[in-house]
């Protein structure tokens, strides 16, 4: 059997050095040694190769995986066949993000700044030093008696369960996140309509007919992966998809059919089918009579004014198709499923759109059905299953104007969702001051609209942020502002207690763990926070006496039972995955309660509570005479009309009958004739800011040129390759709203002229355009940016082959489209609305 | 046990219908050889058909079809690329880097690896099928679109074909509605282009 084994030998320097076995702490020598890395592979080393289960952490799905170790370094990764989830499957950024480990321009050493902020200059210091000057401020700011202007920011945070510990026993509410950019309005869709869950989990495997409204789930979307597997299982036995999106992405492209509505028009879609069902009578009475809060005569009077011909004229597309495809998806019930995502929701109706798409499932009774829109199976990581170490620090009892903006009542009703693309605009107001700013996980200047504009300049501005300190893998577009920098280990170094919604709707969780020894100064931000906990002492110290963020997860899966002879923790660290002995969660809301539940209750209306701290908890409803848990909702029904929108309405001054209406955006209904709506979306290869350094993945996509359509480039004069000017403008309802045109920011962008998208939109993907993280996501060959925290190793690949160099010739690294994104959270939960920016363009010289 | 002693013939059937086009098994396949930027054992080809509002884009898996009686063998100046078990591979011990290969292959599945000098191409990921594990492409397809079976199997897999890009190519790989307008994407002797990736390649040339 030939392989490079030969060629190996001669070229590697010392390997015998590295065969230390197992996991071996890299020191710099070592690390040294990992620049010969190019020349070990899986593929001559397979045989031998040691498998670790651990999750991945590319991007917010998080896949149970098994890291292939040989010799301290990790070669690549396979899936986790135990995990139910993804049943041993990877996508791309899974293997793409190996490379993340021993990438040359990763920070190794804390810095800190000594220039001025945004300068780029850096000094060494150790961990030690810096964990100390993180305490020594976060003291100072207790101690001044507003430990609420400790502030901390994070993404993509998965170790919640220790930096919520963190901000509670130092006594600041305002932890910031950014679910407002991502799915805030989905996610309370579902919490008006079924109560229960943050995501649905369609059973797709089962589906025959997925209605999907701007869900890009084939790509993109947050645990889209194990459904993208179900999905095609289901289409092999001959499922139907039909998707509803502005643009042509790969789910649109591998659906049975694709229409493009104009803009925030899915709600008027969803209701004219909603309207059609009940028309045409196909709709499943029983479990309306049953399971909704509005009546079939209170419904079709809802329902209306919402013809085909309304939805028509509001989306452009023909009445003909809603009413067919409406009885097409009423032909397949129970096993059909209309869902939705950042198509639908990221819009200031989105809230709406999301609902009345919830809704269609409940008309044909598809709700919680085999091969409906299913929900509720998923294991809570949260307390009940996994006790929090003790002492646990109380919760803080105030909030502030940052985390809980009262102007978006909706925002923290269920959880806590925030409005964080409002927060930089309120940091730069002194709404709220700020002393300390801890991020962690988050690429503000990149990821928020008007994020290199406004993010920037508050994260500029030490009168508004006096001490920023980030927690960070590489030198990032947010570890640029900082002025202290702890480099973080990575997603492949760490521990954490993982899990989805369960796509096989039976509760689940998977463990990472680290599968190398971290290397350098590197350290878990757990563990700094930890460290910092124990340094800022006082009554703060008490809740951080334990060693390391390991022995904290270790203790709050103290409480699993033994498995296979094997402590839970055991158990976990040999198989990764734990699946519960249960059986598909269907109809949860069938579910009888126990005697046990039931204890102490009493029944109004039927409708079952608890007095819980002297307040009334409805925990179920009298169904037939039995007691059912019902949904989660006020009504333990299927809202359909909800008074919690219509009392958060009231609040706020807006109208409100509590029905999930269709109103357009008032931009997107006064649209000048030649004016076209900017959206942003997401690839297949990179997440929104974290993957652009990785070489395998930016290979495939690093650039992203605007996509318009051939009939509206050909009035314009473009063609591919063009270089077009576009201009936008403020929302006229909403934050900073404004009649009169106001410009957000001009952008000179190529053209890619495409069939492929609706007229009236034009479209730029987000994830590029970076101005930092080194070489890869900058498109530029040559030597390694001098910062004093990286490396002194080196690869070819990063020096002399990113073939996308504009000076090779190549496309470049991309333009960020939110600088001209402007902030627009939608009224009552704050989701801000990506996909209803107003543009003009014209074509300018190259 | 070496790849020789074992009499199974090796296919690879791909299944385009399955394929959603997302990349993972290119980047495995990198990841697993460490291939350097800008070189591909295999790519997902993309191609948008239709005109507005009725649109489709389309995908295609391609690497080495591990041809029978292939060109890249008969081109070979150094008898380094050999034909076993139904695969075609390079002896890199053999290989000089000359590139001949390259320039008969008629769809450009072959390179020569910057760094090493050898000439690279996708070999089913041999060492794992000795050991009895899957291809790295194979072990990853969340849809299922990229199998390896044995020959003697190919009767399931009746609507599978070769996919040509010369009337005298062999490919004992097979893919299964595989549109051949792709074709436009592949040179004659020149390495699988890293422009493919690039968005202004996906629309057919009309």
Not at chain 1, 305 to 328: C, H, M, Q, V, W
Not at chain 1, 707 to 724: E, F, H, L, P, S
Request: aromatic share 8%.
């Amino acid at each position: 059997m030939m392989n490079r084994r030969e060629f190996v030998k001669t070229t590697a320097v010392s390997m015998a050095a590295l065969k230390i076995g197992g996991m071996i702490s890299l020191s710099s020598d070592t690390y040294a040694s990992a620049a010969v890395r190019e020349r070990i592979s899986l593929a001559d080393t397979i045989e031998s190769i040691e498998q670790i289960p651990t999750v991945c952490l590319n991007c917010s799905t998080v896949c149970g995986m098994i890291a292939l170790v040989k010799e301290g370094l990790v070669l690549g990764v396979t899936g986790n066949p135990l995990d139910p989830n993804t049943n041993g499957k990877l996508c791309a950024k899974a293997h793409g993000g190996v490379s993340a480990i021993n990438y040359p321009e990763r920070l190794l050493y804390p810095l800190k700044r000594v220039g001025k902020r945004g300068d780029g200059l850096w000094q060494r210091i150790t961990m030690d030093e810096a964990h100390q000057m993180v305490a020594d401020r976060i003291k100072q700011t207790i101690e001044s008696g507003y430990p609420e202007r400790v502030v901390f920011h994070a993404g993509r945070n998965r170790i919640d369960d220790i930096t919520n510990r963190f901000m509670d026993a130092i006594g600041s509410p305002v932890v910031l996140n950014h679910r407002a950019l991502c799915s805030s309005n989905k996610r309370a869709a579902n919490y008006i309509s079924i109560g229960d869950t943050d995501w649905e989990t369609v059973d797709a495997e089962y589906c025959s007919y997925f209605l999907n409204f701007g869900a890009n789930f084939l790509e993109a979307h947050q645990g889209g992966f194990p459904m993208a597997r179900r999905f095609v299982k289901a289409k092999a036995n001959g499922a139907k998809m039909v998707t509803f999106d502005t643009r042509l992405s790969n789910t649109a492209g591998k659906s049975d059919e694709w229409l493009a509505p104009f803009p925030s028009s899915e709600g008027a879609i969803a209701l004219a089918m909603a309207h059609t069902i009940m028309d045409k009578g196909v709709y499943d009475e029983a479990f309306i009579r049953e399971w909704c809060n509005v009546s079939v005569e209170e419904l079709k009077l809802f329902l209306a004014p919402y013809t085909p011909k309304f939805a028509a004229e509001a989306s452009g597309l023909d009445a003909n198709d809603i009413e067919r495809i409406a009885l097409e998806f009423a032909s397949h019930a129970p096993a059909c499923a209309a869902f939705t995502n950042r198509g639908s929701q990221a819009h200031q109706n989105g809230l709406n759109n999301d609902r009345a798409v919830i809704m269609l499932n409940a008309i044909v009774g598809s709700i919680g059905r085999k091969g409906g829109y299913a929900f509720g199976g998923s294991k809570s990581l949260g307390n009940a299953s996994f006790p929090m170490v003790q002492p646990i620090p109380p919760k803080v009892k105030f909030s502030t104007d940052l985390e809980d903006p009262k102007e978006y009542p909706l925002a923290n009703k269920w959880q806590k969702m925030k409005v964080s693309e409002l927060v930089f605009e309120k940091i730069k107001n002194k709404t709220q001051p700020v002393e300390v700013y801890m991020s962690y996980t988050i690429s503000a200047p990149q990821t928020w609209p008007e994020g290199p504009t406004v993010a920037v300049s508050a994260l500029k501005d030490e009168s508004v942020i006096p001490f920023h300190v980030c927690s960070d893998v590489v030198y990032s577009e947010m570890a640029h502002y900082a002025d202290l920098i702890l480099p973080d280990a990575t997603y492949f170094e760490r521990h954490t207690i993982e899990g989805r919604n369960a796509n096989e709707l039976i509760p689940y969780f998977v463990l990472r763990q680290p599968v190398v020894a971290l290397t350098h100064d590197c350290l878990n931000f757990g563990d700094s926070l930890i460290r910092i906990g124990q340094k800022i002492g006082g009554k703060v110290s008490q809740y951080f006496a334990f060693d390391s963020y390991e022995v904290f997860i270790k203790g709050r899966l103290s409480s699993l039972p033994e498995r296979e002879g094997l402590s839970g923790w055991e158990y976990m660290k040999k198989y990764g995955v734990w699946v519960d002995d249960k059986a598909k969660n269907y109809e949860p809301y069938r579910k009888k309660l126990s005697l046990q539940e039931l204890e102490n209750s009493f029944v109004e209306n039927e409708i079952i509570y608890l007095l819980k701290n002297g307040k009334k908890e409805a925990i179920g409803r009298m169904v037939n005479g039995t007691a059912l848990r019902g949904f989660k909702t006020p009504s333990r029904k299927f809202e359909i009309y909800s008074g919690d929108v219509q009392d958060a309405a009231r609040k706020i001054g807006l109208e409100d009958d509590g029905f999930p209406h269709f109103v357009m955006p008032k931009s997107l209904k006064e649209i000048a004739s030649d004016e076209l709506v900017l959206t942003t979306f997401k690839w297949n290869v990179h997440t929104q800011a974290r993957t652009a350094p990785q070489k395998y993945l930016s290979e495939i996509v690093h650039d992203n040129p605007v996509w318009i359509n051939t009939q509206t480039a050909r009035k314009y004069g473009i063609k591919n390759g063009d270089m077009v000017e576009i201009t936008t403008y403020r929302p006229q309802s909403g934050f900073k709203a404004s009649d009169k045109k106001m410009v957000v920011g001009r952008m000179s962008v190529h053209a890619f002229v495409t069939q492929g998208i609706h007229p009236r939109v034009i479209a730029i993907s987000n994830s590029l355009g970076m101005n930092f993280g080194g070489r890869i996501p900058r498109a530029k060959n040559g030597k390694k940016q001098n910062i004093p925290a990286f490396s002194t190793e080196d690869h070819d690949d990063f020096k002399r082959y990113v073939w996308w160099d504009k000076r090779l010739g190549g496309a470049g690294n991309g333009v960020n489209p939110n600088s001209i994104i402007p902030i627009n959270p939608s009224p009552l939960v704050g989701m801000q609305a990506w996909n209803d920016t107003v543009c003009s363009i014209r074509k300018i010289k190259a | 046990m070496k790849m020789s002693d074992i009499a199974k013939q090796y296919r690879m059937v791909i299944d385009v219908e399955r394929c959603i086009g997302c990349h993972a098994c290119e980047v495995a396949c990198k990841q697993e050889f460490e291939a350097p930027l800008g070189f591909f054992r295999t790519m997902t080809l993309y191609m948008d058909t239709g005109n507005y509002p009725k649109v489709k884009r389309e995908f295609l898996p391609i690497m080495c079809r591990q041809c029978e009686d292939a060109a890249c063998l008969h081109a070979c100046t150094q008898k380094a690329i050999v034909d076993r078990n139904g695969i075609v591979m390079v002896d890199s011990e053999r290989c000089n880097g000359c590139g001949e290969c390259i320039k008969a292959c008629s769809i450009g599945a072959i390179y020569v690896n910057p760094i090493s000098r050898i000439a690279e191409k996708c070999n089913l990921c041999a060492h794992r099928l000795e050991i009895g594990m899957k291809p790295a492409c194979e072990e990853t397809c969340v849809s299922d679109a990229i199998q390896i079976i044995e020959e003697k199997e190919l009767k399931r897999f009746a609507n599978a074909k070769g996919f040509k890009n010369a009337a005298t190519d062999k490919p004992r790989t097979l893919h299964i509605n595989a549109n051949g307008i792709m074709a436009q994407k592949l040179r004659k002797g020149h390495p699988f282009s890293p422009m493919n990736y690039e968005i202004f390649t996906w629309a057919v040339r009309s």
